[in-house]
C-alpha cells in the first residue's frame, strides 16, 4: 500500500489483540480489521495477511480486506506520487481470556553491543529475564527494559505470572547460547504448559537456540547424524542411536513423518519439538508426545516440501533394541565434543571444504565419513545464517 513509513518501531510493536487500521488520503478514509501478532518485534515494515496467525515478519493476521478490497478511489488517488497515506491503528477491546503472552528465548554473546536483530527483540519485549548477571549493554538500551533477574524459584514464578497476565517476555540465555540453571529451564517448560508462545531470538547457532526453546535442554545432548532413506533404515538408525538423552536432529520435510512414526513406535509418549524457518519469516513450532504429533501435525499439509526442519526429542528412557548401539561421534555431540563445533564452524568460514573436513574427521575415529559430512553440512548453516 505504500512506502518511505515514519513511525515508532516500539510503540506499534506493544499493540495486542484485535486493532483497526484507518487508511487516510486526504478526506477519503478505508478500514481495516486485523489482529496484532504477539510475535510482532520492532522492525521498519508493517506486513498484514488475510491468513492466520503468522510469525517473523508478520504485524496483523486475519485481516478482514486484502489490497483488492480497498475503495478504488483511494488506490487512484495513491498513484499521485505526491500523495500521503495516513495509517492511524487503534486497539478494540479483547476478551479477558485471550492469552497474548510471548517468551523469546534469546541467544546472545559477549559483544559490547547486541547486533539489530537481538536489539529488535529486546525493546519489543515488556521485560527481560536473565539468570546471573545482566550484560552491559542492557542499561543502554533505548527506551530502557524492564529486567527481571531470575537468582530464585520467587522471582521465576514473577516471570511466569508475567506471562500468565499477557505479557512479552525475552529470556536472556547465557553467552554460550544454551540455558545455565533450573531458574531458565523452569521459565521455559511452564510457558509450553501455559500454551504461550516460545520461540527462538538472537543469535546463535539455530540448534542452540531452538534447544533452549524445546524445555528440555538438560545435559547431556546428543547431536544425531542425519537419519537414512526408508522407514525400516530410519527405525534402524533410531534404535542405533537413541540413548534416552535429548538429542537433536537436522532432517528434511520429507523425511519428518518417517521419523516421528520411528519415535512413536520406540517411545510414543516421548516428547519432541519440531521446529521450521527458527527466526524467519515463516516460523513455526510444534512441541508435543510423538504420537500427537504424528497424528496432528502440520507436515500433513506440507505434501512434498523439500525444506529443513529441527527435531529435539526430550530425555527419556532408551528403548530396547537387538542391534548393537553405533557409537555416537565425538563431534555430534556437543556437551562433550573432543571436536567443538566452535572450531569446525571456525575451519569452515575459513573456506576449508567440507568434503576434506568430513574426511579428516573420519581418520580421527569421529565417526563415518558420511555421518561427519552430515554434521558439517548442518554447521557450514548455521555459519552462513549468522553471516546474514
Known sequence: ???????EPREVARLRGPIEMKLRVGDLEE????????????RDTLIFRRSDEGRGRTFGFGTDKGAADLDRELVVRLRDPDAVLEVEIEELPRSGAERLGVLWVVGRNEAEDPNDELRRVLIAVDSVACAGPMPRWMGDLEPAV?????????????VIEALRDGARVGLLLGAEGTPAGSPV??????AWELEVGVAPAGVGPSWARVLAASGFAAPPVTWLPAPPRGRGA??????????GETAVVLLRETQLASVLAAVEALEPDRMLL?????GGRNEELL???AGEALRDG????RGGSRGWVWLVLGPGAAPTRNATPAAVPADIRPSNAAVPDAFLEALLAEGMPVKALARALERVGAGSRREAYQHLLGLQRNTQEGDS
Open 287 to 289: 512441541r508435543l508426545p
Open 146 to 158: 524492564d529486567r527481571l533477574p531470575l537468582d530464585a524459584e520467587a522471582q521465576s514464578e514473577a
Open 185 to 190: 529451564l523452569a521459565v521455559v517448560h511452564a
Open 234 to 243: 530410519i527405525r534402524e538408525w533410531l534404535a542405533r542411536h537413541a540413548t
Open 31 to 42: 478500514r481495516v480489521r486485523a489482529t496484532a501478532t504477539p510475535w510482532m518485534a520492532a
Open 298 to 301: 502440520p507436515h500433513e499439509e
Open 274 to 278: 519440531v521446529a521450521r524457518d527458527p
Open 1 to 7: 500500500m505504500g512506502v518511505g513509513a515514519d513511525f
